[in-house]
Nanobody, 125 residues
Framework: QVQLVESGGGSVQAGGSLRLSCAVS????????VGWFRQAPGKEREGVAS???????RYADSVKGRFTISKDNDKNTLYLQMNSLKPEDTAMYYC???????????????????WGQGTQVTVAS
């Protein structure tokens, strides 16, 4: 049973930084895809960043240059380093995973079978 547990959310002033973590368990090896999604109140969930099986990363245009996704295979942990945070980054952040993602569909929720419970990020102006 694959399980994902996020941590690291909190409140921060605009311009500040946070690092989210997602502990992944249940896979037999490190070749799986992982992604970060977020959902703001009244909005649809959107893809933020992903790492696929070969380590390639993808980012939403809105976070490029500010957020960095990484994965520590020894610790089975996914990270999202968020810098230069803006009030519009306020959302519940979720990590998601599956063994394989359709190429070009990293930001589609339906591609991911496993989801964490989410961690709240609030950025004050």
């Amino acid at each position: 049973q694959v399980q994902l547990v996020e941590s690291g959310g909190g409140s921060v002033q605009a311009g500040g930084s946070l690092r989210l973590s997602c502990a992944v368990s249940g896979y037999t090896d490190s070749r799986y895809c992982v992604g970060w999604f977020r959902q703001a109140p009244g909005k649809e969930r959107e893809g933020v960043a992903s790492i696929d099986r070969d380590g390639s990363t993808r980012y939403a245009d809105s976070v490029k240059g500010r957020f960095t996704i990484s994965k520590d295979n020894d610790k089975n942990t996914l990270y999202l380093q968020m810098n230069s945070l803006k009030p519009e980054d306020t959302a519940m952040y979720y990590c998601a995973s599956d063994v394989w993602i359709t190429p070009g569909s990293w930001d589609a929720e339906v591609e991911y079978m496993y989801w964490g419970q989410g961690t709240q990020v609030t950025v004050a102006s």
